[in-house]
C-alpha cells in the first residue's frame, strides 16, 4: 500500500501545472568518507507539490541496491571524531532532523523524524534516477541541512538503530 500510495501521488505530482509549484532547490552531492568530502556524484532536485516535497536524484557512482536517505540536522558534511576520536564520515551532519522531538525513526509516511527519506534504489550501473515523496516536508526545510546517503538500505524503524544505514557515503547541504 506504501508503494502503490508514493507512486500515484508522484506521478501526480509530476505531471500537475508549474504554477502549482511553490518553490524548489537543487542540492550537490558529494561523495563522503573519514578522510573528507570527495567529488560530486550528481544533483538532488526537490521542488515543494500540495502533496509534499517530490525530490528528484540524479546520482551516479553508487553501489547497485537501496540507500537510506535521510536530512540531517546539521549544516555542514565534513568527517568529525566520534567519543573514541575515530573520524567518522558527515559526522558534522548530525543527526535525523527531527524538529517535532519524536525520537522515532518511521519513515517517510509515519509520525517520527521529519528527516526519514523514502530509500534511493541504485541501478546496477550506479544510477539512481527515480524520484521520492517526501509528505511531511517542503523545500525550505532542505535549507541549511545535509541531505545523507547512507551505504545500506533502510528498514524504517528504530532496529538496527536508525534503520540500519550503515555508514554516510554522500552528503550536500541545501543552500
Known amino acids: 500500500m506504501y508503494r502503490l500510495g508514493a507512486v500515484l501521488v508522484l506521478c501526480w505530482a509530476l505531471l500537475m501545472p508549474a504554477a502549482v509549484q511553490a518553490s524548489a532547490i537543487e542540492v550537490t552531492i558529494n561523495s563522503i568518507n573519514a578522510e573528507g568530502i570527495g567529488e560530486s556524484i550528481g544533483t538532488i532536485n526537490a521542488r ?9 536524484p540524479e546520482l551516479s557512482g553508487l553501489s547497485e541496491g537501496e540507500h537510506g536517505f535521510h536530512l540531517h ?4 558534511c565534513d568527517p568529525l571524531p566520534n567519543t573514541e576520536g575515530v573520524s ?10 527531527d524538529p ?5 525513526h518511521l519513515g517517510p509516511f ?21 524520484s521520492v515523496v517526501a509528505p511531511r516536508l517542503k ?16 528498514t524504517y524503524a ?15 547541504v541545501g543552500t
Open 110 to 130: 509515519g509520525n517520527g523524524h521529519r528527516g526519514d527519506l523514502s530509500r534511493l534504489v541504485v541501478d546496477r550501473d550506479g544510477n539512481t534516477t527515480t
Open 48 to 56: 515543494d507539490t500540495d502533496q509534499g516535497l517530490v525530490i528528484i
Open 88 to 97: 567518522i564520515a558527515g559526522l558534522a551532519a548530525l543527526g535525523h532532523w
Open 73 to 76: 540536522a546539521g549544516d555542514h
Open 158 to 172: 528504530d532496529t538496527p538503530p536508525l534503520g540500519g544505514g550503515g555508514a554516510r557515503i554522500a552528503c550536500g
Open 100 to 104: 517535532d522531538e519524536t525520537d522515532a
Open 139 to 154: 523545500a525550505s526545510d532542505l535549507r541549511g541541512r545535509a541531505l545523507v546517503v547512507h551505504a545500506g538500505g533502510d
